[in-house]
């Protein structure tokens, strides 16, 4: 008799599970996750529907809402240090709206507990999806048997907390070509992708690296907005084309271009930050509010690259002393940091000040 086994690995059906999970969460449908003796079914606030909670209505179970400190904390005025449970006493989709996405702070007449494990996962797993990291558990009893009779997708906590590490050291170059650009004519760029699911990620190449043991580097997160539109609120495309400027001149450098659009929490998400900026918030409070924190950018998949093209020092072309520090942090030797400013203007003097007072950015304003 022959014997079937799988085909992946441990780590690889984690993997697998949870984008299938993310997409299902997007989607509007519930992923269960399970932690400790405790489980729950999940749904994506975001994603709700009068369709979804007319479904949840039907289910006998203890009904919360999950909110990141840093949402509850503006929402409540308080000062929580985790994830946090909101108990509600009504299922309607305006008081589920107004705890997910109203920017201003709202009356405290809930019971509110600091949660543990389960429910930093739960965050976690919406920030990865990237999508409004506040999340519907519904504690039933038999989820086993209901996620078996509905094909619900059953995740554990530590392949949730393993995610971007597992990804991020699944990048292979998968293809590489030259490439002609307005400020460098002798280019190349390659694609470093997971093998099942994950983001893929860039490297520009710009002239020859062949003599250049300690080359100069950018790493630059994807701004939609900025190196595609050309917008004046931040100086993500100047600071872009000024760094390929720069490696042409100089004879050789690396661009990383890391997808990881408005510091870490997706197009959609920098969307709503730039509306809470219009309102009088600065693009640090608008993260709060989201509930995120103020950068939640992994460099883990830079790393990755340089190590792929055989690269151990560089010379970094950044503000960001996060940058060097993480960089460092895996093995890769920093032997100098190049300033990189770009132009200060009317329309993003507020956004390069708040850099620099809050995130550390070393900017001359």
Partial sequence: MSVVKSIFSSSERSIIKLERAMLDLKNGLPVAIKAGGEAILLYACEALSDLTLSMVKTIEAEITISLPASRANHLFTTSYERTVEVQLESLDIDTIKDLCFSSMAIENNYKIKEGGELSESITSLLKAAEILPCGLIVRLDKLDEFCRLNGICELDPHSIASYNNEIALELT?????????????????????????GKEHYAIIIGDLSTNNEPVIRIHSACFTGDLLGSLSCDCGEQLQSSIEYMNKAGSGII??????????????????????????????????????????????????????????????????????????????????????????????????????????????
């Fill in 256 to 365: 990383i271009y890391l997808k990881q659009e408005g510091r870490g929490i997706g197009l959609v998400n920098k969307l709503r930050a730039y509306e809470l900026q219009q309102q009088g918030h600065d693009t640090v409070e608008a993260n709060h509010i989201l509930g995120y924190k103020d950068d939640e950018r992994e460099f883990l998949p830079a790393f990755v690259i340089l190590q792929k093209l055989g690269i151990s020092k560089v010379k970094l072309l950044s503000n960001n002393p996060k940058k060097s520090s993480e960089l460092e942090k895996y093995g890769i030797k920093v032997v100098e940091i190049i300033p990189h400013q770009a132009v200060i203007t009317e329309h993003n003097n507020t956004y390069l000040r708040t850099k620099a007072s809050k995130l550390g950015h070393q900017i001359d304003i």
């Fill in 173 to 197: 170059e998968v293809c590489r070509t030259n490439l002609k650009l307005y400020n460098a004519s002798k280019a190349r760029i390659a694609c470093f992708k997971p093998n099942y699911g």
